[in-house]
């Protein structure tokens, strides 16, 4: 079967190293594989309080941004979430065939919900990876890139189109996670045993930092105990991130940069980790700059959001007769 690609990011914030090095990185490579639909997560940006003008601005940022990263809207479909009605509308089948108890063992749904009071928990959190599995259904995607703390939502895309095709024959396609072997989830700069995330940012590095910034974060990033620059990531959580982060930069193995850095100290390992991270992302940031000014996102979500809609379209139908929503 052909490639169908698909991957999303939520505009909830700043974008931060992590998307960049989970998505955004090697997403010229990616989407050579096949068809592939890369979307603007806005609605699932509303599980959590966010300003409109805000929204607003982190969509065209995060558009921006996937285009300087190298996507072509005349070859992949680039689109809000929101511009396919058939996201919603299949979430409104799908919630029938996911259910509570599972949904509840959802680590980010339990992370989050933590942070806030029980009356101020939304439903639309609770029920995020039912949203996010018809986001993949939809388009039939196999290939789902994503950072390893979204690793159990697809488990759970997994189940549901099993659960519906048992049921009902082979409506949906199989979904697959697919995860940098290097840099699968990197860690705050400030407390490496946390996500680097853009909803709750501690020690995250923006895809917007600008040079001196990136630095003076590197430099003063948690390191730890000892000398050696070695990946150990129960005892040098600080270090393993940070060469987690060169190593997914320069595509590298970590025992290459070990070996590289083993009579470094921490200080210089840092400058070298510093340079790597500001000469990945400068030509990136002029790239967004010029989008930015050419507005040449406008066109490329209006024609991403045609090419989606069909395709979302012909999914939902034949969702909709093999339940027997249609009637001729
Ligand atoms: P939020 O805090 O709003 O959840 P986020 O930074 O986690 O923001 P998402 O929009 O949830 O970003 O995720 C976009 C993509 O980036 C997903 O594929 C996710 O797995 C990946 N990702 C997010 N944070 C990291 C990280 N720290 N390391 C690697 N991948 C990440
Ligand atoms: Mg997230």
Redesign the pocket.
């Known amino acids: 079967m052909a490639q169908r690609i698909l991957?999303?990011?939520?505009?909830?914030?700043q974008?931060?190293?992590?998307?960049y090095?989970?998505?955004l990185k090697n997403l010229r490579k990616t989407i050579a594989r096949g068809d592939s639909f890369i979307f603007i997560?806005d609605l699932?940006?509303l599980t959590?309080p966010i300003d409109p003008e805000i929204l607003k601005q982190n969509s065209i940022d995060l558009a921006a941004f996937y285009l300087a990263a190298g996507l072509d809207p005349e070859k992949s479909a680039l689109f809000l979430q929101s511009s396919v009605p058939a996201h919603a509308e299949l979430n409104a089948i799908m919630q029938n065939y996911l259910y509570m108890g599972e949904l509840s063992r959802m680590t980010?749904f339990k992370e989050?919900a933590g942070k806030l009071k029980e009356n101020a928990i939304g439903l639309g959190l609770f029920a995020y990876p039912v949203l996010m599995a018809c986001d993949i259904i939809l388009y039939d995607a196999n290939i789902v890139?994503?950072?390893?703390?979204?690793?159990q939502h697809i488990e759970l895309a997994r189940n549901l189109v099993n659960r519906f095709n048992n049921r009902y024959g082979e409506i949906l396609t199989m979904p697959k996670a697919e995860?940098?072997k290097v840099?699968?989830?990197?860690?705050?700069l400030s407390n490496p045993l946390a996500?680097?995330?853009?909803?709750?940012?501690k020690g995250?590095i923006f895809l917007k930092d600008e040079p001196a910034v990136i630095r003076k974060k590197i430099m003063a990033a948690v390191t730890d105990s000892g000398s050696e620059v070695k990946f150990d990531e129960q005892n040098k959580p600080g270090i393993s991130n940070l060469l987690t982060i060169y190593c997914a930069l320069k595509d590298i193995s970590i025992s290459e940069a070990e070996q590289t850095f083993a009579s470094y100290r921490y200080g210089d390992f840092k400058k070298e980790v510093a340079d790597a991270v500001v000469n990945e992302l400068i030509p990136f940031q002029q790239r967004y700059i010029e989008i930015l000014n050419d507005k040449s996102y406008e066109q490329a979500l209006k024609v991403g959001a045609k090419k989606a809609n069909a395709i979302a379209n012909e999914t939902l139908k034949r969702v909709q007769k093999a339940i027997g929503l249609l009637l001729s």
């Open positions: 991957t999303g990011i939520k505009p909830t914030g974008l931060t190293l992590g998307n090095i989970a998505v997560a699932h940006a959590l980010q989050k890139p994503v950072g390893e703390d979204q690793m995860v940098q840099g699968k989830r990197i860690m705050s996500k680097m995330s853009k909803s709750d940012p995250d």
